[in-house]
């Protein structure tokens, strides 16, 4: 039924390659499917100015799209002077949950950085910037650790994320583009390893739907995100190996 | 336990006054509590360059803080030279939860905005603006029904929005600025008057959050946008008298 | 003649309600006729740069129109990423007449903005905005003495604004929209209560006009801004009772 | 009692050079004193959007300064990215006091742009701006009327402005940027030949000033704007020759 | 002597790896030993405004880099609301250089967009940019010509780039960013397959360099393209096997 | 052949006069034959941030056209809201080649802006910058000498510009307008007083050159410049009289 030929809760192959790129303090190349995001993250030490001298970091994120990432090519952002309500939008969902898994007193008063640039996109390229991002973001934090700049560890779980949606009347995981561009609904899970809710955003799109369904939607990113986390894991594991 | 010493499951005073600009087709000055959200529905017989000639119309919204509308002044956006992350995040629900109860087919090559212009804040100002975007929306459409326009309705529901958070550890209906800026976690629910889901989002603040408290708050926001709907109806019905 | 059936040297209704926003230190809702500005006056310790430690105080104003204050809808300021040309010479001229009767050195280094943003527009806002945003203006000030931060009063004297124009060859008193969108020409006059010269702006339309016009009008604004003295008089009377 | 000695009822020397620039339809360099504004007008065949298609033309003005036209160096104007309020005040002023002498009825589906561009600010940029942009103006016209386009004349009459203020309590003439950063009030008259009023902005600088001194400006402007229309005529009848 | 290693005449490797991304009609990642630059090319019926109508086509680029692409995160464009004028720079040079080896007559009304992004960044982004460019160019000519769009082939000749400098008085080959932080003069040499220039820019960094030194350079960047040219040959042969 | 009549190797009439703006330290305006560029040097007390307490000073350049300096209108990069590509382009080049010859550590912590604006263009606007901009530097470093400020001369050299180009086939000195706008390829030379290469820019129009044309073209340039070096000493040494 589904255009990939996919089970309902099957994930896309999922990759994680991390050591690609020499200036990030930590850096991680994600695939999901044929979305590609390269997340870099980058140590500063300055925080932003509301927060400084209090001891405490701060995590952020950008988030980008290469203009030719889309099946068509799109304006590039920069070139048009503005950021568009969309990316502003993904980028705040990225920090929000990347926070949510750092104690940020714990990390001292140091900025991560973290860049999320789709390289190619072929749907959910918020929830791989997510995913991504959080190993680029740990090893960044190893960075720290190794240079003695932190003796304890400010990374409190991990944080993936997921799309599902309705698709033809049936709740299925991780959409690609040519389901999420027919979709009834949408929604955006982000958990925490231990399964706590980071972010949750559903979306009907052209009617509303039922409550039944998002609760089909949400078994199916637990077990998604569970394998999600497996994966970080591996990666992280091979990285520090 | 309550700042306002409101029950759990009990929402702010809620008013809807509509008639309030003698430009606008539609307009309604609504209250959650000290939130004053003024919402005026403004008819356009040009669409957005995408739709033009193809027979359907579109819902669209803008939103906006007055800069004193907050505790301490915020600068404002027109001065700055570009609309925030979070106005272009939620001016973006506010129009999406709209069309959600809109049939675009039958409203015809007709564009409708609905201005949400917050005049003081105190907390829940997007579902405010839900709200009373809804009623200004029915009454613009109104408006083009009572001028022969339209000989169908294109309005297929209701759509109401309320907050919920988790305050001490406790699920709330309807957060003001007192509990919001304490909560550990907050969500936004917009459901069709029928009960079906159209928006939810659900964030946590400094950590995860259990799937139990989710459930909390969904079933507080089904009850408190139960009654926003009566409170929606009333207003119309007296509107129409 | 007059489209209203004024008389010549007739205002519209004038209304000042204060204590309208719970968060300004002074606010007023005025209307002159169907116009109505929200005119809110905040009080902030900083200063401008340039006149940071040397014990004067500042007072400015900004403008805006919500975007369906007029009669066909208006693209938002903020959308549009610009104040325009009208907007910034409005708000120059509030700012210039406020401080016109204000000591700034018995001000003490505090800024006072008064926010002047129009909810419907028939004519008249920025001489509406000048005359409430003084309301406000006085209110804010009461505030700071009633905190015990000023010993003094810094205000010498009441600041009131009102437009005339040449209407089918007639001078007459306080433009409505229907008579300034067909006025020969138009001046708006701002004078202190004492009956100083603040602000003159006269322009003619489409071709000069005799200085005797101009005569005629400003012996009008005499007139109008006399009774609006008197009920700035009475509002800040009963507010402060 | 003046910085530069002069009576009080004196213009600084006035210069009117035409023909100073090799593209524009016409062109006026004009000194007032030691202030020195390059006034080039051009005509092209669009008309703003909302006119076009109904026969009329257009005439507008742009205004700016180069960075070092002024005694310390202000920052550059498309380097900042946007037109200072003043800016666009003024070049407001100067595109309305010229539609005033203008038939644009009779000036056919044209639009002549007058840019006024200050080479060295010693006080009345605006009004010289006005003065020579009046000039500028007609010689474009000349243009237009030499090579056939026009068959009318559409210039109703000449236009010219000058400043007043209050210095040390007396009206004086035509102030120099020594004066005008020490006056009590300065007003802008703009007048055409033939003594109609185009445009008058009087304001005042600490504290309102009396309508006896705003009377004594007005009279002063007059004599001044009398010489200034005689060295428009002299500088067009050398340049028609 | 080289920070490198490398001979004065030496490259460093040059990877050229086609098919790197399943939208864009041409697509090249070229590596200049650490330097990564992701080419994009992208097919659009559409040309610029002016070109509209008359049967030649256009081709264009554009430049970006990855905010951690550089040694310390660089502000991204798109946050900050413009190009700076470096990247504008770039851009124009890519987009001169690829045109003038396109018969833009023979290409028919298409526009060609190569997008170049800087992955990583060590010295070369330009010259790497142009290089890697032209392959993608030519791959998205072969797409048009496969999909019988194109009957001749509009491509002239080979472009490649490379930049050379004088590094401890020393004329050396191809500067990475070692040796381009510390060099007297760096100049970036592009020219055709055939030998001819298509662009030459030389700069000075402290003081004059001798005419010597240039020619010098110039002998140099010759045979370093001549290899440059020789890659993207084996690469589009290899693309197209 | 040339469209002017002159020789291949022949300059336009240059013109340098100083002394041109009262409040610049130092001032030229250039002519090269209809050319017209207006150079300011303004000395200001602050260094860039990045420069601040090193002692060492700065010189920068910033460029603009005047809207009728072209032959039709070219909008107003103030009123556009940024400078064009080009603009910068240019106005980096002309702040590099005056950095060239100056000795920034003898300099002192103080920051030189030139100001080339061009107030009638007719090719080599950029040229004419770089040369009449340095004979505004060096009359603004005389004046800091003048005042003491400066003990030792920080000018190293002269340095000047200028354009050659292919045009039919033949290597000319100096494009004008009608030249450039069809010549086969161009290239701007910065060379100092005594040779030595500044910067070097050759681009080809629409396809590959000779490097004997650019041989050509640089023979040309050397005999141009030394009598531009010429013409800034004869004018150097008159404004010093």
Redesign the interface.
Same mark, same amino acid.
Request: aromatic share 4%; glycine share 10%.
């Given at each position: 039924m589904r255009p990939s030929g996919r089970a309902v809760d099957q994930l896309r192959p999922v990759s994680l390659e991390t050591g690609v790129?020499?200036?990030?303090e930590g850096s991680c190349l994600i695939g999901f499917g044929?979305t590609r995001v390269?997340c870099?993250a980058?140590v500063?030490e300055r925080v932003p100015p509301w927060l400084r001298g209090q001891g405490r970091g701060w995590v952020t994120a950008?988030y980008?799209m290469?203009?030719?990432?889309?099946?068509?090519?799109t304006p590039?952002?920069?070139?048009r002077?503005?950021?568009s309500?969309?990316?502003?939008?993904i980028?705040?969902l990225i920090g929000?949950s990347l926070r949510?898994?750092v104690d940020l007193q714990a990390l001292g008063e140091v900025q991560i950085?973290v860049?999320c640039?789709v390289?190619?996109a072929?749907g959910g390229t918020r929830t791989a910037s997510v995913t991504g991002g959080y190993v680029a973001l740990a090893l960044a934090i190893d960075h720290l650790r190794a240079a003695g700049t932190l003796s304890v560890d400010p990374l409190?779980?991990h944080v993936a994320a997921v799309s599902c949606g309705l698709y033809q009347g049936q709740a299925v995981l991780d959409l690609d583009y040519a389901e999420d561009s027919n979709a009834e609904?949408d929604?955006n899970f982000v958990?925490?390893g231990?399964?706590?809710?980071?972010?949750?955003?559903?979306? !009907?799109e052209?009617?509303? #739907?039922?409550?039944d !369904?998002?609760d089909a939607m #949400?078994a199916l990113a637990r077990k998604g995100i569970t394998e999600l986390v497996a994966a970080q894991a591996e990666a992280l594991a091979k990285a520090r190996a």
């Open positions: 790129n020499r200036h990030a044929e390269l870099l980058s500063e950008e980008g290469l203009p030719r990432s889309t099946g068509s090519r590039r952002e920069a070139a002077g503005k950021q309500g969309r990316t502003q939008e980028q705040r929000r949510a898994v950085t860049d640039d390289l190619q072929d409190r779980d609904a929604a958990l925490a231990q399964g706590g809710i980071v972010e949750i955003q559903g979306t !009907a052209d009617s509303p #739907f039922a409550p !369904a998002f #949400f």
